[in-house]
Antibody, heavy 118, light 108 residues
Framework: EVQLLQSGGGLAQPGGSLRLSCSAS????????MTWVRQAPGKGLEWVSSISTSGGDTYHADSVKGRFTISRDNFKNTLYLNMNSLRVEDTATYYCAQTTVVAPGWSWGQGTPVTVSS | EILMTQSPATLSVSPRERVTLSCRAS??????LAWYQQKPGQAPRLLIY???TRAPGIPARFSGSGSGTEFTLTISSLQSEDFAVYYCQQYNNWPQDTFGQGTRLDFK
C-alpha cells in the first residue's frame, strides 16, 4: 500500500522559512516523479513544484520560483520542500503527491498546514 | 498557461440522481485530463485519468468522457458518500499542470 506521510509546516512569520517533508513507502520511490500541491483556506488546488525521479530536474510555479526549492533523497525515500521568504499568501495546506506517467496525483499525502502570519 | 473552467460551481442534488459535471480547457489538452474528489479535511483522491480511465478501486458509477477541450464526469447514481468537491486537472504540459476551480455537490 502506498503511503505518503507528511511532516513539518506550522507557523512562520513573513520573510521566514519552513521545511516540509514527505516520507514515502509501499512503492519504489526512485521510480516516480513527485509533486507538491497547495490549497489556500477555502480555495482550490494549485500546483507548486515537481521533481524528476533522480532529482536532477526540478520545476516550480512562478508564484514560488526563487523562494521554494523541491528536493528528494532517494536513499531515505523522502521528498522535501524548502520554503524561504514566506509570504502571507503562502498560507495553505500543502500536499505531496506521487506522480505517474498517467496522472500527476496518483497518490497523496495527508496534507500539512502552513500559516504565515505576524 | 492553460485555464481550466468547471461548471457549475455548485450543484444541489439528491441521492440516486444522475450527475454530470463539466470541465473546459482554454486550449486542447488531448486526453491528459484527470478528475479528483475531495472531502472536507481530506486530501484529494484520484478518480479518473486519461479523461476516461477509472483509477484502481473507484466504483463503476463514476465515468469520464471527452477529449481536446471539453470533458465530463458522470456519476450514474449518486451515493451519500459522493457529496464532495470535484476538481479536474490538465497535465498536457506537465509539470505546468492546472486545476479547475472545483464543483461542489450539495445535498438538495
Amino acid at each position: 500500500e502506498v503511503q505518503l506521510l507528511q511532516s513539518g509546516g506550522g507557523l512562520a512569520q513573513p520573510g521566514g522559512s519552513l521545511r516540509l517533508s514527505c516520507s514515502a513507502s509501499g512503492f519504489t520511490f526512485n521510480a516516480y516523479a513527485m509533486t507538491w500541491v497547495r490549497q489556500a483556506p477555502g480555495k482550490g488546488l494549485e500546483w507548486v513544484s515537481s521533481i524528476s525521479t533522480s532529482g536532477g530536474d526540478t520545476y516550480h510555479a512562478d508564484s514560488v520560483k526563487g523562494r521554494f526549492t523541491i528536493s528528494r533523497d532517494n536513499f531515505k525515500n523522502t521528498l522535501y520542500l524548502n520554503m524561504n521568504s514566506l509570504r502571507v499568501e503562502d498560507t495553505a495546506t500543502y500536499y505531496c503527491a506521487q506522480t505517474t506517467v498517467v496522472a500527476p496525483g496518483w497518490s497523496w499525502g495527508q496534507g500539512t498546514p502552513v500559516t504565515v502570519s505576524s | 498557461e492553460i485555464l481550466m473552467t468547471q461548471s457549475p460551481a455548485t450543484l444541489s442534488v439528491s441521492p440516486r440522481e444522475r450527475v454530470t459535471l463539466s470541465c473546459r480547457a482554454s486550449q486542447s489538452v488531448r486526453s491528459h485530463l484527470a478528475w479528483y474528489q475531495q472531502k472536507p479535511g481530506q486530501a484529494p483522491r484520484l478518480l479518473i485519468y486519461g479523461a476516461s480511465t477509472r483509477a484502481p478501486g473507484i466504483p463503476a458509477r463514476f465515468s469520464g468522457s471527452g477529449s481536446g477541450t471539453e470533458f465530463t464526469l458522470t456519476i450514474s447514481s449518486l451515493q451519500s458518500e459522493d457529496f464532495a468537491v470535484y476538481y479536474c486537472q490538465q497535465y498536457n504540459n506537465w509539470p505546468q499542470d492546472t486545476f479547475g476551480q472545483g464543483t461542489r455537490l450539495d445535498f438538495k
